[in-house]
């Protein structure tokens, strides 16, 4: 099974790499002994993430989310990479391709699935619904130090 690699760490930031997209379908998650998804790896814990979780999954050809699902509290955006598939969200489908994102509400009903003749590669983050505020928007600061590489 492929692990996520650490390549830096300073008291302000983590690095890893989960590999190449190509070869996601290496990772295995286990969410219990009788439930394992291939192709999936959650990276906020070796990120130290604090405010979202972020996974990468890779779905071969036929290949679905396995399950229909909801959030108590969290909002998901999908951000597609790679291939076609299709996408639920409350009975309703549609087609999604490289470059698609959706965000989908808590209660939203959901499940994807590969309907394309590749991989279809996500990246999905995971972040508490309706926190995001106006101060929030405003937090970047430009600093005025010189930039060296």
Known sequence: MKQIEKIAEGAAYTCVSVGEM???????????PDVKIPGKVFAGGALQATGAEISFQSFPVGGQTGFLHTHKEHEELYIFIKGQGEFQVDGQNFPVTEGSIVCVAPEGKR??????????????????????????????VILAEEFKW
């Open 22 to 32: 190509a070869t996601l379908g290496e990772h295995i998650l286990a969410l219990g």
């Open 111 to 140: 499940m994807v699935r590969n309907t394309g003749e590749e991989a279809l590669v996500m990246i999905c983050v995971q972040y508490t619904a309706a926190t995001f505020s106006e101060k929030d928007a405003a937090d970047g």
